[in-house]
């Protein structure tokens, strides 16, 4: 039987720009549907399609919790937790396609 993956994520606009944090369990088509703007809500209004930082948990309680306590701290946290992993900012989309 396959483990079931799920993922924390944060996604922006630009470098320092607006930020917004999801869970998924897929998360190539998450950020697939966050790039053709498939979904409406916050990230289709601020076009937020980057993928510039994500975690990989076992469990949908661990991920949930995860993504709760990162939306709880301050904004410059956020970006502490990016820039340690992804200094450039990068679009890390591309890296987890291949």
Avoid: C, P
């Avoid at 606009?13 to 809500?41: C, P």
């Avoid at 993928?51 to 502490?80: C, D, H, M, P, T």
């Amino acid at each position: 039987m396959d483990e079931k993956k799920y993922f924390v994520y944060i996604i922006t606009n630009k470098r320092n720009g607006t930020l917004y944090i999801g869970v998924t369990n897929n998360l190539i088509r998450r950020i697939y549907e966050h790039k053709n703007k498939i979904i409406d809500g916050f990230s289709k209004k601020y076009g937020l399609d980057k993928l510039v930082y994500f975690e990989e948990f076992s469990s949908i309680e661990e991920a949930i919790k995860r993504e709760k306590y990162l939306k709880g701290k301050k904004r410059q946290f956020k970006i502490n937790l990016i820039e340690k992993a992804n200094k450039k900012w990068e679009d890390l989309y591309y890296r987890i396609i291949k």
